[in-house]
């Protein structure tokens, strides 16, 4: 069983940063990819990054290329996503997944997630 556990969220000025970690259980964390999605009411769930086992790449959405980055640091089992320049379009609770098998932006690839840290950005 793995349990994902995010935190960092906030609410923060269009142009502002966050840094939103999870914290992961379990033994496999540093050999598993990770994810973050994002979801606001009546929208689907987005793909926003990704990072392999060993944070050698890293997977972007269009929508935040250049302005976020997620990185790893597997002694402490957690995963971070660094949110740069933020934009009121971010707003969106954001969830940490942890990557199974197949495409790091399909949902689908993941098998655990965690309950989502709210991000909002006023404008």
């Known amino acids: 069983q793995v349990q994902l556990v995010e935190s960092g969220g906030g609410l923060v000025q269009a142009g502002g940063s966050l840094r939103l970690s999870c914290v992961a259980s379990g033994r496999t964390f540093s050999r598993d990819g990770m994810g973050w999605f994002r979801q606001t009411p009546g929208k689907e769930r987005e793909f926003v990054a990704a990072?392999?086992?060993?944070?050698?790449?890293?997977y972007f959405a269009d929508s935040v290329k250049g302005r976020f980055t997620i990185s790893r640091d597997n002694a402490k089992n957690t995963v971070y996503l660094q949110m740069n320049s933020l934009k009121p379009e971010d707003t969106a609770i954001y969830y940490c997944a942890r990557h199974q098998s197949g495409r790091y932006d399909w949902g689908r690839s993941y098998d655990y997630w965690g309950q989502g840290t709210q991000v909002t950005v006023s404008s």
């Open positions: 990072i392999s086992w060993s944070g050698s790449s890293t």
